[in-house]
């Protein structure tokens, strides 16, 4: 994950300064070339996701090309079964960008709730520390690996898979940034105010750490597609439905990958352009909130 400031805001997120700090960011971002490369790439790839049915049929009959290079009537190739590999990077686009929504929000969500609850009442937050660091200590790929074997593979299981064992890293990010909140002195003239914790936590804590959550959605969900595809790879991925990981699965149990460069070359690259855009653009929009990077 790329390394990212916290900063603790001087002002109150939810009012007038903190909609005009937004606005200055949001001008530091659009000055950064590689940030709004890097947005765009991703945005495409949500619309090739949502338009697949208009760009490729699906690919599930069988072809009597087999394993042809990328030509005119198939722009990348095809498979062992003849099947177009356009079609499969196309179908596959939907299913990871599924999994990397899904699963980042889950892990978002669940993450930035016991960060924040446990920044807020410091009994729960020895709890909290606690199981994060426990968590973080365990080895993940392989445990991942385990539970997907064992309940069996869907999209379902990748998505909840993935979720569990990515809330760990947004829950410590996240409760960094919140232990500095909820010691500023708005928060404490809140208190004064009302004894209503749910409020403050809405109006006022979770603002203040939303720089810090849209980072980590960003990179959550990147690091999902890479989960995904790699337990994809490795033959635990939903058989139904086409994914990055799936092709890349298919090539190597045909035993293709070697010869046919192209069943590799066009899912990597997928996956390599939604991984990189995604930590460039969490790296370009950290320095754009960076008063500092502002002033440069």
């Given at each position: 994950?790329?390394?990212?400031?916290?900063?603790?805001?001087?002002?109150?997120?939810?009012?007038?300064?903190?909609?005009r700090?937004?606005?200055?960011?949001?001008?530091?971002?659009?000055?950064?070339?590689?940030?709004?490369?890097s947005?765009?790439?991703?945005?495409?790839?949500v619309?090739?996701?949502?338009?697949?049915?208009?760009?490729?049929p699906?690919?599930?009959?069988?072809?009597?090309?087999?394993?042809?290079?990328?030509?005119?009537?198939?722009?990348?190739?095809?498979?062992?079964?003849?099947r177009?590999?356009?079609?499969?990077?196309i179908?596959?686009?939907?299913?990871?960008?599924?999994?990397?929504?899904?699963?980042?929000?889950?892990?978002?969500?669940?993450?930035?709730?016991?960060?924040?609850?446990?920044?807020?009442?410091?009994?729960?937050?020895?709890?909290?520390?606690?199981?994060?660091?426990?968590?973080?200590?365990l080895?993940?790929?392989?445990?991942?690996?385990?539970?997907a074997?064992?309940?069996?593979?869907?999209?379902?299981?990748?998505?909840?898979?993935?979720?569990?064992?990515?809330?760990?890293?947004?829950?410590?990010?996240?409760?960094?940034?919140?232990?500095?909140?909820?010691?500023?002195?708005?928060?404490?003239?809140?208190?004064?105010?009302?004894?209503?914790?749910?409020?403050?936590l809405?109006?006022?804590?979770?603002?203040?750490v939303?720089?810090?959550?849209?980072?980590?959605v960003?990179?959550?969900?990147?690091?999902?597609?890479?989960?995904?595809?790699?337990?994809?790879?490795?033959g635990?991925?939903?058989?139904?439905?086409?994914?990055?990981?799936?092709?890349?699965?298919?090539?190597?149990?045909s035993?293709?990958?070697?010869?046919?460069?192209w069943l590799t070359?066009?899912?990597?690259?997928?996956?390599?352009?939604?991984v990189?855009?995604?930590?460039?653009?969490?790296?370009?929009?950290?320095?754009?909130?960076?008063?500092?990077?502002?002033?440069?």
């Amino acid at each position: 994950m790329p390394e990212i400031e916290l900063l603790a805001p001087i002002v109150d997120p939810a009012g007038d300064d903190g909609k005009r700090a937004s606005r200055q960011t949001w001008r530091a971002f659009r000055r950064q070339p590689l940030g709004m490369i890097s947005l765009v790439i991703l945005l495409l790839l949500v619309v090739i996701a949502v338009a697949a049915p208009l760009l490729a049929p699906y690919p599930a009959s069988y072809g009597t090309d087999v394993l042809k290079p990328p030509s005119a009537a198939h722009w990348f190739g095809t498979d062992a079964l003849g099947r177009d590999v356009y079609a499969e990077v196309i179908w596959g686009t939907q299913q990871s960008v599924l999994v990397a929504v899904a699963a980042s929000a889950i892990a978002i969500v669940f993450g930035t709730l016991i960060a924040v609850v446990g920044a807020y009442w410091r009994r729960i937050d020895s709890v909290v520390s606690v199981l994060v660091d426990l968590t973080l200590s365990l080895p993940v790929l392989p445990l991942m690996i385990l539970v997907a074997a064992l309940v069996g593979p869907s999209t379902s299981t990748l998505i909840l898979v993935v979720a569990a064992f990515s809330w760990p890293e947004v829950t410590r990010l996240v409760r960094s940034q919140a232990l500095a909140v909820v010691q500023l002195p708005y928060i404490d003239a809140a208190r004064l105010m009302t004894r209503n914790s749910a409020w403050i936590l809405g109006r006022h804590v979770l603002p203040a750490v939303t720089p810090v959550v849209v980072v980590s959605v960003v990179v959550t969900a990147s690091r999902a597609v890479l989960s995904a595809a790699g337990l994809s790879f490795l033959g635990l991925g939903d058989p139904t439905t086409w994914s990055w990981g799936r092709v890349l699965y298919e090539a190597q149990q045909s035993g293709a990958m070697v010869n046919a460069w192209w069943l590799t070359l066009f899912p990597s690259l997928a996956i390599l352009a939604l991984v990189l855009s995604a930590t460039l653009l969490s790296i370009a929009y950290n320095d754009a909130r960076n008063p500092r990077s502002n002033e440069r």
